[in-house]
């Protein structure tokens, strides 16, 4: 009964199209009634919950599409093309974005590993992919009408938010996207921390030695364990961060040089060749025809 209620309580939010805060950290509803096609973004640690419509997200040429029947639970910075292609006034794209708190995250799979009877998994079983599709359970459903209740309230959402944040995070540990979670932000979470680290220097020379060598990995257990995580090789991870960060710099009106210049490239051409052969246009062609609205960003 929980689903009908969240979709009652966005839909009284948002009249207008757009992105509206809650007043709890990290934690937004959003609704859009046009059809966007895909487009370059960067899906940080975070959960998206459709209650009206759906979303579709492109990962290494893989197709996603996600409604009320699953939310997509992000656990590292990836590099995505998403989008709203079915949306419409007739039937809008309803839902809510929670960021995921990596401290908050990390103490409670630390904590679950940790709790009696816990089963752990071997080390060197395979990483679950950063980004997965869940099936709403109770306990989700529950938790998360009870974090949006808070916004009637400034003085409850103050006081109570981080509680409820918590229970949340909980219940998705909890749920079929939590073995990925728990990997990101719980003990053997190598990989995670790379990204992190990544996503950070994305300006910086970097090679797979230096990579492995942080994380204390050879270059082929790096290699192997960052492909089962992200589908990606780590060469493959770090051009898409930094074609698609550049994108969406140059959707804002950035400069293409500077979009260039700010996500590690050094040659103009390179970055336009690059930028071409991945989009199918040139990036001034691309700053000529793309917006990107908030709500497909996330």
Same mark, same amino acid.
């Given at each position: 009964m929980s689903k009908p209620l969240i979709k009652q309580l966005i839909e009284s939010?948002?009249?207008?199209d757009g992105m509206f805060d809650t007043g709890i950290k990290g934690v937004q509803l959003f609704r859009v009634t046009s059809p966007v096609r895909c487009a370059p973004a960067v899906y940080e640690p975070s959960v998206i919950a459709i209650v009206s419509g759906a979303k579709e997200a492109i990962l290494d040429g893989k197709r996603y599409v996600y409604d009320n029947s699953q939310y997509m639970c992000c656990s590292m910075s990836m590099p995505v093309e998403a989008g709203t292609p079915t949306a419409s006034p007739e039937k809008p794209l309803l839902g809510v974005s929670i960021s995921l708190s990596t401290k908050v995250m990390t103490e409670l799979a630390i904590?679950?590993?940790n709790a009696s009877g816990a089963i752990r998994k071997p080390q060197s079983s395979a990483i679950p992919p950063g980004f997965a599709l869940?099936?709403?359970?109770?306990?989700?459903?529950?938790a998360l009408l009870r974090l949006l %209740?808070?916004?009637h309230s400034a003085a409850d959402s103050s006081i109570l938010g981080e509680g409820r944040l918590r229970e949340l995070y909980y219940a998705v540990l909890k749920g079929a996207a939590g073995e990925s979670a728990r990997r990101a932000f719980g003990v053997g979470n190598e990989i995670a921390k790379s990204i992190e680290y990544l996503s950070t220097h994305l300006n910086d020379t970097i090679t797979i030695d230096e990579m492995a060598?942080?994380?204390?990995?050879?270059?082929a257990v790096l290699h192997r364990k960052f492909k089962e995580a992200t589908s990606m090789s780590p060469i493959q991870f770090v051009k898409s961060m930094r074609l698609n960060t550049a994108a969406m710099k140059i959707?804002?009106?950035t400069n293409v040089s500077q979009a260039a210049m700010e996500v590690?490239?050094?040659s103009s051409s390179q970055f336009s060749r690059?930028?071409?052969?991945?989009?199918?246009?040139?990036?001034? %062609?691309w700053s000529h025809g793309s917006q990107i609205p908030d709500s497909i960003k996330i």
């Open positions: 939010k948002m009249s207008e904590e679950m590993e869940s099936e709403w359970d109770d306990d989700f459903s529950d %209740q808070l916004g060598s942080q994380i204390g990995m050879s270059r959707a804002t009106g590690g490239y050094v690059e930028f071409k052969r991945m989009y199918g246009q040139s990036p001034k %062609q």
